[in-house]
């Protein structure tokens, strides 16, 4: 069975992308920074590495974009860019092998239901002290709150920060960081009290801060820098554990998030240390040897508490049989690790920004003989 581009794949395949490119501002960005460069290879080279690229995985290769393979200073040759994975082939292709997205995205995508089928299982996970939905607030065990009893909670509550995050949120969007005063909590001078969560729009769960591992705070302190680890079950019913990059907050950022402009790394799973010398961007081909906020030389980055850490995450996926591939976000305390989310659908550029072209972990050989992915189903 091959995957040809069919009228149907190449219909859905620009329909997609003329979408992302009308309403994805980073989309945008990606095709002004080509449109703007100078720092371009000649147009008969990019022409022919586009057509190779497109003949070999049979869809638009937006990764030559996303990653910057047309600028002057990409060393990638033709054959390492083929290993980098274009979103329409592993969103629409790779990932129905493995789950059913419209049968597992109310499972996760949901902070409110995600969290409770967490604690179902006994994966160890944010402390949400508060939910909202609609105006009605309660506590994680759906103990109604008043503004009373809500006073009372923040003031016992001994973290720094509160993230007061939009249920259906992605990507750090939304997001409302409030900090510790004397007066209690507070988000641009306003108090956050049973009044200021009611009021907002929309439906929303409040977690005290997590307080990441000492280590974590030389390489950026204002945000927790968290994880994203990539697991996949197979067919027999074992758990790999196949990519992982580490994400940290920037110019004073208090979230980490790649989408809203931090930086990542690639971690080497056998040792927990970085997998390059220097850290990136989700998109593009700059480089960092040095976090330009705190100076941490990432040569010398070294997740602490690895074995524990890694064994943790594979467990972690082999109790939750509801998703085979999952990306995971997870934080590293001193004494455990624990899981913000986990998300199907997950970034895939900024995974290969960060390791590298990923087919190999899916494809062997030529994609588009389907029976190539592992786990082929049809």
């Not at 720094?160 to 005063?181: E, H, Q």
């Not at 890694?310 to 976000?329: C, F, H, P, R």
């Not at 995974?351 to 050989?365: E, L, S």
């Amino acid at each position: 069975m091959r995957f040809t581009y069919s009228f149907k794949h190449r219909l859905l395949d620009y329909i997609r992308f003329i979408y992302h490119v009308l309403t994805n501002k980073r989309m945008r960005e990606h095709f002004k920074r080509f449109r703007t460069t100078l720092n371009k290879k000649p147009k008969s080279v990019i022409k022919d590495e586009l057509k190779q690229l497109r003949d070999y995985w049979c869809c638009i290769p937006t990764q030559y974009y996303t990653h910057d393979f047309y600028s002057l200073d990409c060393d990638l040759t033709i054959e390492e860019m083929k290993e980098y994975i274009p979103s329409y082939y592993f969103y629409k292709v790779i990932f129905p092998q493995y789950d059913n997205v419209k049968a597992v995205i109310p499972l996760i995508e949901n902070k409110i239901t995600m969290n409770q089928l967490f604690s179902r299982i006994g994966l160890q996970q944010s402390n949400i002290v508060v939910i909202k939905r609609g105006e009605k607030l309660t506590s994680f065990n759906n103990k109604d709150l008043t503004s009373v009893s809500i006073e009372e909670l923040f003031k016992n509550l001994t973290c720094n920060k509160l993230f007061i995050k939009p249920v259906m949120g992605r990507g750090g969007k939304g997001i409302i960081v409030a900090k510790r005063t004397r007066e209690g909590y507070e988000y641009n001078d306003e108090k956050i009290t049973h009044d200021y969560l009611q009021a907002l729009n929309g439906d929303y769960v409040v977690e005290a801060a997590i307080e990441q591992h000492p280590y974590l705070n030389t390489v950026y302190s204002n945000s927790v820098n968290t994880l994203r680890a990539i697991t996949v079950r197979n067919d027999n019913g074992s758990v790999d554990f196949i990519a992982a990059t580490l994400r940290m907050g920037v110019g004073g950022n208090q979230v980490d998030n790649s989408s809203a402009g931090g930086l990542l790394i690639g971690i080497d799973l056998n040792t927990g240390m970085s997998l390059k010398p220097y850290a990136t961007y989700e998109f593009g081909i700059e480089k960092f040897e040095k976090h330009p906020d705190t100076g941490f030389s990432f040569f010398d980055l070294q997740i602490p508490n690895w074995e524990f850490t890694k064994s943790e995450i594979i467990n972690a996926a082999k109790k939750l049989t509801q998703l085979n591939l999952v990306g995971w976000d997870i934080a590293i305390t001193q004494k455990e690790i624990v899981i913000i989310e986990a998300n199907t659908l997950f970034g895939l550029d900024h995974t290969q920004a960060g390791i590298g072209g990923m087919k190999d972990f899916f494809v062997n050989n030529d994609p588009k003989n389907l029976k190539n992915i592992y786990n082929f189903k049809g």
